[in-house]
């Protein structure tokens, strides 16, 4: 269904087209899933778009759910409340990262502790029956739910609603449960159990990455951390065995050079890692079926070269194993190891809450980039792979969106190029930029009219002394618009940007402001368009590496050394497309890099008219 789907094509004259083929088509491996939070309330409708209109479409089948705190259950419905209290009060204790440089609540004596998955349950819960009926609904489009029910580690909603459990007692936040505690499986079981029977999988992906407070209370200080934590993965997965379902984990505490003992002392952290050194084969004796989600994949030990160091040492100890956190962008040597290590499939991550702007920002790019590895056996090089992405992405985001405005492409009659010659103040060529091999004159960009001239518009930034340039320049529009594009750049790389789902509650903070459209109508009021570094704009030499699911990433032209230069349409929707729009003010935004916005076209989309729809017979 999907297949016939993607053969669909919209003609000018309004009608669906589909060429007569033949299709032979199967997947190169089996498991194709995502990893997700659990929904909150207010992301149930995105989550089923979502499902329907991506997942689906694009031949995933399946999906790690991390439940957490997110539900509230019949047997334990303190630890839903619970978790609730938990995201507000560390909402109330601030943003970690800029404090210690971690996103996660530090533990006594300034110990590292786990993330803690801000943004499951939307912060808060959904009721038990609304999981049901999103289990239901993404089982009816095809798609397999695995919970993730953490155990262990990245248990805050545990252990901070059941402080008796609780490894460290008197962390402000605890993110462990103590194994040696009888209470700890009471409570854990009981959740699971309860799980099992809504969503009745085949199996549960346990957690069990990241341990990082082992071995400290009375109880457990005096035993092998090794060997506490392979007891407590053999606990749960006969648990799991005894109700008929099978065991998935995290695979990094069974691989040596990944989360072995480690302590050391940074300027604001105390990390110290517990060993699990051996774990590996007692739970290898006694639940040899259990399969890992091999995230090591992308690290090398110092000294290594070969990428695939991990996969062997898991391989070589018996285990089946996926990757978790897949990014076909970055993965090297996918059609060797996917071969030699018997790979089962692989999982594409998003560590965020499921609403648009964040798996748009941390998600949708990655699974898009990816999915071609996972289904096809047709290589490609990267470049090509992301050159299509990139004119994917304006179509998947008009559905993500889920608004019934038509898009962009569908309007071509309505665009209306901007012009910026009046204004221009910066040659494509300046200090520390060369846009010289920028596409000029008009062209049409995936359905988008642009307008390019020799000259651009950069607007000095208040932080920085550069007087060359003005702090704001004003662009004369004088007419109604529903859409604006402006086509951007930067003259130099911005703040990195921090990750917009576990080290922030403020996602759309997550990247460097460089500058603001404001929007002046001719009424006074005045609404303004952002423009963020790495989230709608990039540097200008970042070519495909600027492939950013909120932009229209466009490449027009070459850069100096011959490869793509991309240019990014900031697509600024108009809440009052009957209002004329007087002018547009460009300015800079203080921060803390030398990058500098530099505007080079304007593209206005008119209101759609019932015409549009309405094909004259
Ligand atoms: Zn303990």
Redesign the pocket.
């Known amino acids: 269904m999907s297949a016939l789907v993607q053969l669909l094509t919209l003609g000018a004259d309004g009608g669906l087209y589909l060429p007569g083929v033949t299709i032979r088509d199967w997947p190169y491996v089996a498991i194709r899933y995502v990893h997700l939070y659990v929904p909150g309330p207010a992301g149930i409708a995105f989550f089923k778009r979502y499902v329907r209109d991506f997942l689906l479409r694009y031949r995933f089948n399946g999906m790690i759910l991390e439940i957490g705190g997110g539900v509230r259950l019949k047997s334990h419905p303190e630890i839903a409340a619970g978790w609730k209290r938990t995201e507000m009060e560390l909402y109330a204790y601030g943003e970690q990262v800029q404090k210690v440089g971690e996103s996660g609540p530090l533990g006594p004596g300034r110990r590292f502790q786990d993330t803690t998955h801000r943004g499951i349950g939307g912060g808060g819960y959904i009721e038990r029956e609304d999981l049901v009926e999103l289990v239901r609904f993404a089982r009816e489009h095809g798609q397999e739910v695995v919970p993730e029910i953490q155990s262990l580690s990245h248990v805050y909603h545990l252990a901070c609603a059941h402080r008796e459990i609780a ?1 460290l007692p008197d962390a402000l936040f605890p993110d462990a449960y ?4 009888p209470k700890s499986y009471k409570l854990l079981f009981e959740v699971m159990d309860e799980l099992v029977e809504i969503i009745r999988p085949a199996v549960v992906h346990i957690g069990h990455d990241e341990w990082r407070a ?8 005096k035993k092998d951390t090794g060997v ?1 934590f392979a007891d407590d993965v053999i606990r749960i997965c006969r648990h799991l065995k005894s109700r008929g379902v099978g065991t998935w984990m995290w695979g990094d505490h069974f691989i040596s050079y990944h989360n072995e003992k480690r302590r050391s002392y940074g300027r604001m952290v105390w990390f110290d890692y517990p060993s699990t050194e051996g774990a590996w084969k007692r739970v290898r004796e006694a639940c040899p079926e259990i399969v890992l989600l091999n995230w090591t994949w992308g690290f090398q030990p110092k000294g290594e070269t070969t990428p695939d160091v991990g996969d062997a040492e898991l391989f070589r100890k018996g285990f089946r194993f996926l990757y978790g956190n897949f990014n076909g962008l970055s993965f090297e040597g996918w059609e060797e190891r996917s071969k030699r290590y018997d790979v089962l499939g692989a999982e594409v991550s998003s560590w965020c809450g499921m609403e648009e702007f964040e798996i748009g920002k941390m998600h949708i790019a990655a699974a898009l980039a990816s999915i071609d590895l996972l289904w096809s056996t047709r290589r490609e090089p990267k470049e090509k792979t992301i050159r299509r992405v990139m004119s994917m992405l304006s179509e998947v985001r008009e559905r993500m969106r889920g608004t019934h405005e038509p898009p962009v492409e569908r309007k071509r009659r309505r665009q209306t190029t901007i012009d910026l010659g009046g204004v221009a103040n910066a040659g494509l060529r300046g200090e520390t930029w060369d846009l010289r091999g920028l596409k000029t004159g008009r062209f049409l960009a995936d359905g988008l009219a642009c307008r390019l001239g020799r000259r651009a518009v950069v607007v000095r930034r208040p932080h920085l002394g550069k007087k060359k340039f003005p702090s704001a320049v004003e662009i004369a529009v004088g007419r109604r618009f529903q859409t604006l594009v402006f086509l951007q750049s930067c003259t130099g790389e911005g703040r990195r940007p921090i990750h917009a789902g576990d080290d922030t509650f403020f996602p759309r903070e997550s990247s460097e402001l460089v500058g603001v459209y404001d929007v002046v109508f001719e009424d006074g009021l005045v609404l303004a368009a952002e423009v963020r570094y790495d989230e709608n704009v990039s540097a200008w030499n970042a070519g495909l590496k600027g492939l950013l699911y909120h932009a229209r990433c466009i490449v027009a032209g070459k850069l100096p050394d011959g490869s793509p230069l991309v240019i990014w349409g900031n697509e600024w929707r108009n809440p009052r497309p009957d209002e004329p729009i007087r002018l547009i003010r460009f300015r800079g935004t203080k921060g803390t890099s030398e990058a500098m916005p530099m505007l080079l076209g304007i593209t206005g989309i008119d209101k759609v008219r019932l015409s549009d729809y309405r094909a004259k017979k």
């Open positions: 490894e103590c194994p040696s505690n082992g071995g400290l209370c009375p109880k457990c200080r506490l």
